[in-house]
């Protein structure tokens, strides 16, 4: 008894940082292991993780349930820190992964996961706020789990379809394990308003997360940018050379300008072709089309028009993308290429002023 006197009164004076411990942990674990959506390895650990949360959920309920009515206070310290660790290690994966796709948006998006997370064991302290808050958690991190794996191992596509499809599975999901939550841990004890409340929180994040899937501002993964630039030309090779296909030539970057291959300027003498290169990863078995988006910055009415869009199919499997490029004629103003899917999710995209001078611009050539 004074053992365990003494764990609640540690526990309760380093809470936070404990809580923090895990979540930081976790994160720095997965940032390190984080890799390609198709390694199976990386999969496996997910699915361990996620297997583990929802095992730990009912079992904390279960334990605190039974612990309550002869240890007041009862806090089940190990099991909670390594819950909050599967959470950290779970969100920090979903960082990485949907991080490479390209847009800010994507990132941010768990950025704001992790933070709600800390904010809420730091509010809601009773047992039932907790169980509530971490099925919430929970069900986030199984969705976007699922719209990466789905595409990935099921599908071998990407579209709404694929994400509607993807939505139905992750909601059967939890159905299943609220049914579980229901009738271990709330059965019997007058708590079924409970369920019902849990479940319309989850209705909420999936409708929250469907209206930024259809917004696009959830990055479309599993595809990702590895590279992509504007070229003055773009020769095919006959023959792979050290598995390069194309010889081009590109104005260069100054020193400093490490985030891009290819100059932000575009130097023309007459109105010229540009080409514009992209190389998309998508996992092994995966095909989809591309489409590259040219427009052009009107500055008269401040928008950016469209000039013209095309396609081409990519499949997956190669470690550096698959390569394809389209081009267009182009004179003096701003413009960009936009690489984007068929319901025009960005994947990436470069943005170049063209500026036509009397003079040849000096060119550097590599191989792509």
Not at 18 to 47: E, Q, S
Request: proline share 5%; charged share 15%; net charge positive.
């Amino acid at each position: 008894m004074q053992l365990f006197s003494r764990s609640v009164a540690l526990w309760r004076r380093y809470e936070r940082p404990l809580m923090i411990t895990g979540l930081v942990t976790g994160f720095i674990f997965d940032l390190i292991i984080a890799d390609r959506p198709d390694n199976p390895l990386t999969n496996l650990i997910l699915l361990s993780y996620l297997t583990v949360a929802g095992s730990l959920i009912i079992i904390l309920n279960l334990r605190t349930v039974r612990r309550e009515e002869t240890h007041p206070g009862y806090q089940p310290l190990v099991l909670i820190f390594i819950l909050q660790f599967c959470f950290g290690a779970l969100a920090s994966n979903m960082l990485v992964l949907y991080g490479r796709s390209g847009t800010f948006a994507g990132s941010t998006l768990f950025f704001v996961i992790l933070i709600g997370m800390l904010i809420g064991n730091e509010f809601l302290r009773t047992r039932y706020s907790q169980l509530r808050f971490n099925i919430v958690i929970y069900y986030m991190l199984l969705l976007t789990y699922l719209v990466i794996a789905a595409p990935t191992f099921i599908f071998h596509s990407v579209g709404t379809w694929v994400f509607l499809a993807t939505g139905a599975m992750s909601l059967v999901i939890i159905a299943m394990f609220l049914a579980v939550v229901y009738w271990l841990v709330l059965r019997g004890r007058e708590r079924a308003h409970q369920l019902y409340e849990v479940s319309f929180l989850v209705g909420f994040v999936f409708i929250l997360f469907s209206a930024l899937y259809f917004l696009r501002i959830i990055p479309p993964v599993p595809l990702s940018m590895k590279d992509v630039g504007v070229y003055h030309s773009l020769t095919r090779l006959p023959a792979p050379v050290d598995g390069n296909i194309y010889r081009a030539t590109y104005e260069e970057t100054s020193w400093f300008v490490f985030w891009r291959d290819t100059s932000a300027t575009y130097t023309v003498t007459t109105a010229s072709p540009a080409f514009c290169y992209s190389s998309v990863f998508a996992p092994t078995g995966l095909s989809a089309p591309i489409f590259h988006r040219w427009e052009k910055y009107d500055e008269t009415d401040n928008v950016w028009r469209q000039v013209f869009r095309t396609s081409f199919e990519i499949s997956g499997g190669r470690e550096g993308g698959f390569r394809g490029f389209t081009n267009s004629v182009v004179g003096a103003g701003k413009w960009r290429c936009n690489v984007e899917t068929s319901n025009g999710a960005l994947i990436g995209r470069v943005t170049f002023t063209v500026i036509q001078t009397p003079t040849p611009p000096p060119l550097s050539t590599k191989t792509l």
